[in-house]
């Protein structure tokens, strides 16, 4: 069958007044297949379009989109319709999901209200110098009114949860006040999970939104349009300022971003809205926007931390106990001028008061399994016990020992302890008294005397012959 271009060829060719000989030659087809389209031309037939076929998936678009929203692959989606029953072999999902995610270039234009909505992103400008002569990765933050589309800018050197915060309190302050949204790319920094139903938020971010008093809108997957208007301005901005520029440092960048984000960002005529925005914000969006709150977010730094074995997390130099389950795993943290919160799963799992230094520890006992939460004194006095339970000679033998070997009786003691798996306690204790007898202490002894017997022999060898004997 002739593909729509070639059956547009003939017609023009024909039109032109060539003969159907003429035409043949000319596109190289068969005279015959020439006749037949100039035959359906003459009776007014134009070019037979294909008419679209349903497909079993369709009636179920709608769940798809969805499936697609919270950032399931082709084969998740083919197993959440299985599940429901929806048919649909795994290469028609595949296609089906693979032609909506082409249909990016339809969308209906999101007009809002002045003050209503503030769209933020980061943008990578490259490496710069900082204040040190140093060569950084450096990022710019862009916050736009989405009405009068007036920009803030700020050069950052990362994009952490922290400074994400931090550039949101000076683009407040620099526009007097608060829109009633703000809406956000699906940053690691600001969002954690890209569901624009069930979003998870970071909980210092949430917690900074709540302070504020503005709503958080996250950006919808396959939706460019949500945040085009920040995308055009990170775009305006690596184009129209970083380009072509250079900066002695740092301190030298942000003189210049702010003096480009006055003079000349703010004061232009707006490629879309025909409008000056610094006009616009002044005369009908300032007015509108919520008053910053009298106190400033007591700003608390977050991360995650691993448990090591020894029920401790490592920040800013210092330790801090987790209780003993949580080893090996990964918490996260809540880190104020003045305490410390560590969550595991959104539940809060320890609480201490915030180290001042460097070295020191904040170790909470409970945290510990209960055979590790006594005190060396408590320790003993329970191994005390347990040889004196034994028999009289056992419990001299302990406090021999432990004479002896004040930091390391521990091995030696279990060892002797481990003997009533084999022996009654009689034997284990007449084996004790003829080690004191011969003022030898060493588990390995003790041992050998239950092994070989000797514990009922006289007690009239020297002390060589006993450690040559039992060794």
């Known amino acids: 069958m002739l593909g729509k271009s070639m059956y547009t060829t003939i017609q023009t060719l024909w039109k032109k007044g060539l003969n159907k000989s003429e035409i043949s030659r000319a596109t190289k087809h068969d005279w015959k297949t020439i006749s037949k389209v100039i035959n359906k031309l003459e009776t007014g037939q134009s070019w037979p379009e294909k008419k ?86 450096t990022w710019v933050f862009n916050m736009k009114m989405s009405y009068s589309r007036l920009d803030f800018y700020k050069k950052v050197y990362n ?87 250079t900066f002695a440092n740092g301190t030298d960048l942000d003189r210049q971003l702010y003096n480009w984000q006055e003079t000349t960002c703010n004061v232009r005529i707006h490629g879309t809205t025909r409008k000056i925005p610094r006009e616009v914000f002044e005369s009908e969006e300032k007015s509108r926007l919520r008053r910053l709150p009298m106190e400033d977010f007591k700003m608390i730094e977050g991360g ?85 339970d034994i028999g009289n000679y056992a419990e001299q033998l302990f406090l021999a020992i432990v004479e002896r070997q004040p930091k390391d009786w521990g091995r030696s003691i279990r060892g002797i302890l481990s003997l009533l798996k084999q022996y009654p306690k009689d034997i284990v204790n007449l084996a004790c008294k003829r080690a004191l007898a011969f003022k030898v202490y060493k588990y390995q002894i003790v041992k050998n005397i239950c092994a070989n017997g000797s514990y009922v022999l006289p007690l009239e060898f020297t002390v060589e012959e006993v450690e040559h004997e039992y060794a």
């Open 52 to 137: 679209p076929h349903p497909c079993l998936l369709d009636p179920h678009k709608e769940k798809i989109l969805e499936l697609i929203e919270k950032g399931l692959s082709a084969v998740r989606i083919h197993e959440e319709l299985a599940a429901l029953g929806i048919p649909g072999a795994y290469p028609t999902v595949k296609r089906y999901v693979g032609n909506i995610k082409k249909r990016k270039n339809i969308f209906t234009r999101i007009h809002t209200k002045p003050g209503e909505e503030a769209q933020v992103d980061f943008g990578y400008a490259g490496y710069t110098l900082d204040d040190t002569g140093k060569r950084r990765k």
């Open 159 to 245: 994009q952490r949860v922290e400074t994400f915060i931090e550039c949101h309190l000076d683009a407040f302050k620099y526009f007097g006040g608060v829109p009633e949204y703000v809406r956000i790319d699906n940053l690691k920094a600001a969002i954690l999970n890209a569901n624009f139903y069930e979003p998870v938020y970071q909980r210092l971010y949430k917690n900074f939104a709540d302070h504020y008093g503005f709503q958080i809108v996250p950006c919808r997957t396959y939706h460019p349009n949500d945040k085009g208007k920040v995308e055009s301005g990170i775009k305006y901005v690596k184009g129209n300022f970083f380009a072509g520029r």
């Open 304 to 388: 995650s931390r691993k448990v090591y074995h020894d029920c401790h997390i490592f920040i800013k130099r210092n330790y801090y106990s987790v209780p003993f389950e949580y080893i090996g795993k990964k918490v996260e943290i809540e880190l104020s001028k003045t305490l410390l919160r560590v969550y595991h799963n959104n539940k809060e799992i320890a609480l201490h008061p915030r180290l001042l230094g460097e070295g020191l520890f904040s170790t909470i006992k409970s945290h510990y399994p209960k055979y590790k939460m006594h005190s060396d004194t408590e320790h003993q006095e329970i191994y005390q016990v347990k040889m004196s």
